[in-house]
């Protein structure tokens, strides 16, 4: 019966019990965390041979020659920017190959805008504000980029064709409104991917001359199930559509192979492409050509990195198979939560009832349960419903999971049904 529909004799009777159920759980001293996207132990000892090396020449030259030990090549190994074409199914030119770190390379790019801006356009930070479109629920790391440099952030949003393209094409007819910035497959924290008619709108529509999408496309071939979702070609779509100067695309190998270990890159066209390189130029000399060639060799190609990520989806699946499994029969029918069962990614995206995100949050740090606080996935860490809670199961054991997912689903009744008698909203 859905919590709506209950009376007040009914709902006060299943709070005394949820209430008894919760303090079993208080009493367990449990110590379980569902709060970040990190791989498993297992996961990281897929790529554990990256390690290894037997010290010869074939450890530090690359195919042409190089030797990787030494300064140079700025925008990457040829052999890594092939590589990352072909798993990615982008065109090789467009790559520049960066450290370990995608978010560094978002987060150079918004400064390079701010301070040199594109093309004809000023800088960013020579207008008075400026401001970028948000889709929500989002990933937290974007959401702190934009603040900490001063732009506005204008939540809208996500759905899972992608974010509101009616109210996206609104927002971005303002020259004030500079981009948008998302993950288009397997969303942070949604898990939904962007569809080719959104493409098509954002590629499409009327915006600033400087107007820049930003495409986080980490969890570009996290794929888990049979039947993953398809990415369209953002690059090919873009020229279609004459709008070439707007993408901005990254990702990397962290949880290919290392969080924090790994390669990762920009890709883009002119005249980002070479705005990004004589930036760069200043920056740094070369990124770490040595991992590249560790990666490199490791991965080797399109056939073997799929293969590699089987073996993740080998322990990813049965996760999120429990988490759909623990979610409906605790919470179907019940009117008080709704979520999305992605097709890969590493998140789950919990709505609870309006108002009650906060509350569950409280009640699942008091029995011993860490989770990304309430508020994280939208700007400025304001959800204006209240409702939105970030699951990551990707780094507990099934077990912990298992124990974690029943706290989470007393926890999200309890605090329904507090609302509900509170609220005076009982039939």
Request: charged share 25%; hydrophobic share 35%.
């Amino acid at each position: 019966m859905r919590f709506s529909d209950m009376q007040t004799g009914e709902l006060s009777a299943l709070l005394a019990e949820l209430s008894d159920q919760y303090a079993a759980y208080r009493k367990m001293g449990l110590k379980l965390d569902l709060s970040r996207g990190k791989p498993s132990t297992e996961q990281l000892d897929i790529s554990s041979s990256l390690l290894v090396s037997d010290g010869g020449k074939d450890t530090y030259l690359a195919e042409n020659g190089f030797d990787c030990r030494n300064y140079g090549v700025g925008d990457g190994l040829p052999e890594m920017r092939r590589f990352f074409a072909e798993v990615y199914g982008i065109p090789e030119e467009t790559v520049i190959v960066g450290g370990n770190s995608s978010l560094n390379l978002i987060y150079d790019a918004f400064e390079r805008l701010m301070l040199l801006g594109t093309g004809d356009s000023k800088p960013w930070c020579k207008y008075d504000k400026i401001k970028f479109i948000c889709p929500v629920p989002g990933y937290d790391r974007h959401f702190g980029i934009l603040e900490m440099l001063g732009i506005e952030m204008l939540p809208v949003e996500m759905g899972p064709e992608g974010p509101d393209m009616d109210e996206v094409e609104r927002l971005a007819a303002d020259p004030l409104v500079k981009g948008i910035i998302c993950v288009p497959k397997y969303s942070n924290p949604t898990g939904y991917t962007v569809s080719e008619a959104t493409v098509r709108r954002l590629f499409s529509m009327k915006a600033a001359p400087d107007f820049r999408i930003f495409f986080d496309n980490a969890y570009g071939i996290h794929d888990f199930t049979d039947e993953p979702d398809v990415l369209p070609d953002l690059f090919g779509i873009a020229k279609e559509c004459g709008a070439e100067d707007r993408i901005l695309y990254f990702t990397s190998t962290s949880k290919i192979t290392f969080p924090g270990g790994g390669v990762s890159l920009v890709a883009s066209l002119d005249p980002n492409l070479s705005e990004i390189k004589r930036a760069m130029s200043m920056e740094t000399i070369g990124f770490d050509k040595l991992n590249q060639l560790r990666q490199l060799r490791y991965l080797k190609n399109a056939e073997h990195t799929a293969a590699v990520m089987k073996r993740h989806a080998a322990f990813l699946k049965p996760k999120f198979d429990l988490c759909s499994e623990k979610l409906h029969s605790g919470l179907d029918g019940l009117g008080i939560a709704d979520w999305y069962d992605p097709n890969g990614g590493y998140f789950i995206s919990l709505n609870v009832t309006d108002g009650c995100a906060g509350r569950v949050w409280a009640l699942m740090k008091e029995a011993g349960v860490t989770m990304t606080p309430a508020g994280a996935t939208y700007p400025y860490h304001h959800d204006p419903r209240d409702r939105n809670l970030r699951l990551a199961p990707t780094y507990s054991t099934l077990d912990d999971l298992s124990k974690t997912l029943d706290v989470l689903v007393c926890c999200v009744k309890l605090a329904a049904c507090e609302h509900y008698l509170a609220s005076g909203n009982a039939s």
